[in-house]
């Protein structure tokens, strides 16, 4: 059975706390000139549903506007605006040697992300070929996926979960990873440093060619 590694590259390979961060914020302060910061990021929307979040923190502040319509607003922003930031830049070298050191062992490579496949395609397109391939990923979960988005990836790739680890940027993601019965490699952004990552096999800086000789291990090859 051909092993896999699904990357999370919204949150590993680029900085997308970080951008979701600053378009939550951008969108409140447009919404109703809703207050956003870290802290508040961290108790109501960090890893749950982005309208449960909302509404739980709209209640708190007593807007009058719709979690359901912010929710998807919010949602659709966000992946407009990393559809935009990947457009506009180039793979960075360490990531093609991640990917390059997997195909080396025979890994298939599934790069998961929220932003417009039609739009991005060419960026990936050098290493794309049946060990790279580009997957869409929908959640409406606030920076990371549930356990089935893990499993879901898994079955629309041709893989087997037994056979196929993740590679996540948050703790939200290890969790879900060991709900999927999933292996996991974490890339710990600055700005979700606080969450708890109990429970990953390993802990990289970036993915480079030695993060792939960590996924190789965690796949036991």
Request: hydrophobic share 45%; glycine share 8%.
């Amino acid at each position: 059975m051909a092993r896999g590694v699904i990357v999370e590259y919204d949150f590993t390979a680029i900085d997308g706390a970080g951008l979701l961060h600053d378009t939550t914020k951008k969108y409140l302060a447009q919404l109703d000139a809703i207050p956003f910061n870290s802290t508040v990021e961290a108790k109501y929307l960090a890893g749950g549903n982005y309208q449960g979040g909302l509404q739980d923190y709209f209640n708190v502040i007593k807007t009058k506007k719709t979690a359901v319509k912010s929710a998807r607003e919010l949602s659709i922003a966000f992946n407009e605006r990393l559809t935009s930031v990947i457009a506009d830049s180039a793979i960075a070298p360490d990531f093609i040697d991640f990917v390059k050191a997997l195909k080396s062992r025979g890994v298939k490579t599934v790069i998961a992300t929220r932003a417009n496949i039609e739009v991005v395609k060419n960026v990936f397109e050098p290493i794309l070929d049946d060990l790279c391939v580009l997957y869409h990923e929908e959640s409406t979960c606030y920076g990371a996926v549930k356990w089935d988005s893990w499993r879901r990836a898994t079955v629309e790739n041709g893989l087997s979960r037994l056979h196929t680890m993740v590679v996540t940027g948050s703790g939200f993601g290890v969790k879900a990873a060991l709900l999927a019965g999933m292996g996991s490699l974490v890339v710990i952004n600055p700005h979700v440093a606080y969450q708890d990552f109990t429970g990953a096999d390993e802990i990289v800086p970036r993915l480079n060619a030695k993060a792939a000789a960590k996924a190789a291990e965690i796949l036991r090859i």
